[in-house]
């Protein structure tokens, strides 16, 4: 009665490990294997690729935070990025908050890694950004220069001004502030504030910024802060300009072209031209509702580091796929 056989025998498995061992853990090459033992090069890697599809090899990344690998690297060939860290697709069935705690730890990692002490940063305001600072336990001394005016109605512990001085608190660096609101009524105000002493000081910093760690807002109830500051009228004016996505209150349309709207004229912030000369933009933006207005931002340019989640990861590879970056 013949054995049926279900696997590599125990002298075919045993031959196996030693040429992945030698592989994997010796860094022999794969000519080098095939000289020890008399095989081809292409025998060699057959027999490895057996070994990783029948389980007797196993690779796992035992990496220092939850990211998932795969889609990283596909983000970022697709977009042309310096890198892309995208969390882990188990985070797509948290809470959103858990989400946006998890995304800010990843950019405060990132930001404890890279920053220098000859570095210029920074910040815009949003719930990721906060969260990331809130994460930063150590930063070289560096200046810390707030990119965009107080949204009104937040607590203090949440506004921008309270964000860059905790960031300084950790630095050690000067502190540039903006004490102003990120919205004002009409130009004229707008003009008077940016002439202010303080706010003038914080603005002359921007043109001296080498890393900026910014959100990217969707333009839709929610998902913005310059959008919630808005009236309605308004948000429908830009909307029917074609706005897609908000950066430091700084609009883009789907194909990342910036817009220039009435918006432009009174809000306290960097300015378009300025965030694009930033050597390395930081950008946060995930869950799925922005995944087309993080496409658009990462058109533009502006962007070096996106940092993401699966949720939106997945469907920005899609807008990708539809609309590559070399057309």
């Not at 279900?6 to 030698?22: D, I, N, Q």
């Not at 990783?52 to 035992?62: A, I, K, Q």
Request: aromatic letters at 4%.
């Amino acid at each position: 009665m013949s054995r049926k056989k279900a696997g590599p025998l125990l002298t075919e498995s045993l031959e196996l490990a030693t040429m992945a061992r030698r592989f994997y853990v010796q860094g022999r090459s794969k000519l080098e294997i095939a000289e020890e033992f008399g095989v081809s090069r292409f025998k060699v890697a057959r027999l490895l690729d057996t070994a990783r599809e029948t389980g007797l090899v196993r690779v796992e990344f035992d990496l220092p935070a939850p990211l998932d690998v795969e889609l990283s690297d596909e983000v970022r060939r697709a977009y042309g990025l310096r890198r892309a860290l995208v969390l882990e697709r188990a985070a797509a069935k948290e809470p959103r908050e858990v989400v946006r705690k998890k995304v800010g730890t990843l950019a405060a990692h990132l930001l404890e890694e890279i920053a220098r002490p000859t570095d210029v940063i920074g910040l815009s305001w949003a719930r990721s950004v906060n969260a990331m600072t809130e994460a930063i336990r150590t930063l070289p001394r560096c200046p810390i220069v707030q990119l965009c005016g107080v949204q009104a109605g937040m607590d203090m512990r949440g506004r921008s001004v309270e964000t860059v001085s905790r960031v300084t608190s950790v630095s050690g660096g000067d502190a540039y502030p903006i004490f102003g609101p990120l919205v004002l009524p009409d130009r004229r105000t707008t003009e008077i504030l940016r002439h202010q002493p303080g706010i003038a000081e914080t603005f002359g910093q921007f043109g001296k910024l080498t890393k900026a760690v910014v959100s990217i807002g969707a333009w839709l109830p929610g998902e913005s802060t310059v959008y919630d500051a808005l009236d309605e009228a308004e948000r429908a004016a830009i909307a029917a300009r074609g706005a897609t996505a908000e950066v430091a209150a700084r609009l883009f349309d789907a194909s990342g072209n910036a817009l220039s709207t009435g918006l432009a004229h009174h809000v306290l912030a960097i300015s378009t031209e300025e965030l694009l000369a930033v050597p390395e933009v930081i950008a946060i933006g995930y869950s799925a509702p922005k995944a087309a207005a993080v496409d658009a931002v990462l058109r533009s340019g502006m962007v070096s580091t996106l940092i993401t989640d699966a949720a939106a990861a997945v469907p920005l590879l899609e807008l990708a796929e539809k609309r590559p970056l070399s057309e």
